[in-house]
């Protein structure tokens, strides 16, 4: 007897982006919410140190303040720290998310890896914060890392060059810190390849290659399917990588969802030939696909693609002033952070070569306490 068919939605439940970054829109706010309310307590802590720093010794600020160094002393506000809310971090992702795409179009990469950018900085700010990491140099690293993940793979030099004010170490300074964030797991699984397949069959479907369905023949329908793909790949670029739906949804789920607000009339035909409405097993498994297309297809509309209005804009710079007096000033400089740590793991280095070697004798001598000791040929 021949073993069960794995269905696509089974392949899916078994890849990180759903076990890790899927989440209900409750559990998402409460993360963000939870990201939020421990970094802004450590930005207040941060400050209060620096200040506390600063009063101590204005003589050697760099001794004074532990290794904070001039830049932290010198970024801190004064009076109460005022630090940004849930809502004012997930406007300023958007922003930066767009700013993204944007770079991304300047450095001619394909759609696929500002895609992947995208999504490594949404998921790196459910559990870090603006206050903490400025967005500005992650989003480059995010790019760069997003061109190795999808084999489109250019030097850092290169890449650093193309970027006006841009350095290699800069790039590189948070690269770990994004790994981390990220749990480790860089695979992202997009709607892009669904659409194309989804494409391909209504119009086999309406050229009759797939026999008896609505599209067969239908007047105009050719033309029709290709405005359809058009429009919903557009969704699929920007509204898909700047709203939540990569959360909440399947990949084949938010391409169907692109489809119906590019075409629901057309959608819905493509959704009765695929699951007839004469078969009764298909009903209750309709309603609720529906049900669940239309919440993305909302989702998908709150952002809409093109450039901000120009209040949005307005709010958005005053967010972005806002947050350069809410900062943690003892992570301004990832930089020389980096740096301090590599050279401090260069002083325990010796103690790292000792340790190794009493492993390895340790294994050793595990080694003939479980098989005896070695043999000693006679002469």
């Known amino acids: ?100 795409i944007q770079l991304g179009d300047y450095l001619g990469v394909p759609t696929d890896v500002k895609a992947t950018a995208i999504q490594y900085i949404k998921r790196f700010y459910t559990t870090n914060s603006l206050m903490t990491y400025h967005p500005t140099t992650l989003l480059k690293t995010a790019l760069f890392f997003a061109t190795k993940t999808e084999n489109h793979y250019t ?22 810190l ?8 860089f695979d992202v699984r997009h709607p892009f390849r669904a659409l194309e397949g989804a494409v391909m069959e209504m119009q086999a479907m309406a050229s009759g290659q797939i026999p008896g369905t609505e599209m067969q023949g239908a007047p105009g329908v050719e033309r029709r399917i290709k ?26 789920q938010i391409m169907m969802a692109s489809l119906l607000i590019a075409d629901q009339s057309l959608t819905t035909s493509y959704l009765a030939a695929k699951l007839p409405p004469t078969d009764p ?51 301004l400089d990832l930089v020389g952070l980096q740096k301090a740590k590599r050279e401090g793991d260069g002083e325990d280095e010796e103690k790292v070569v000792k340790k190794r070697k009493l492993e390895r004798e340790q294994s050793a001598k595990e080694g003939e306490d479980l098989f005896g000791p070695s043999i000693k040929m006679e002469a």
């Open 1 to 100: 007897m021949a073993p069960p068919a794995i269905t696509e939605d089974e392949r899916y439940r078994t890849s990180t982006q759903f076990r890790l970054w899927s989440f209900t829109p409750d559990k998402l706010l409460a993360l963000r919410t939870t990201t939020n309310r421990n970094a802004a307590d450590r930005v207040r802590d941060a400050v209060r140190r620096v200040r506390e720093a600063r009063a101590a010794s204005s003589a050697d600020t760099s001794e004074a303040d532990g290794g904070v160094g001039s830049r932290a002393v010198s970024a801190v506000p004064e009076g109460e720290v005022d630090c940004l809310g849930v809502e004012d971090e997930l406007k300023l992702v958007i922003f930066y998310c767009r700013q993204t």
């Open 155 to 176: 030097s850092l030099t290169k890449f650093a060059e193309k970027i006006t004010g841009t350095k290699p170490e800069e790039i590189l300074a948070s690269e770990f």
């Open 178 to 185: 994004l790994t981390q964030g990220l749990r480790f797991t």
């Open 227 to 252: 405005e359809a793909h058009g429009k919903a790949r557009e969704y699929l670029k920007t509204s898909a990588l700047l709203t939540d739906v990569y959360f909440h949804f399947t990949p084949s």
């Open 281 to 331: 097993a298909n009903a209750l498994f309709r309603e609720k696909l529906t049900g669940v297309l239309h919440k993305c297809e909302e989702m998908l509309l709150s952002v809409t693609p093109g450039e901000p209005s120009a209040s949005e804009k307005k709010d958005l710079a005053a967010l972005a002033k806002k947050l350069k007096k809410c900062r943690n000033p003892e992570k």
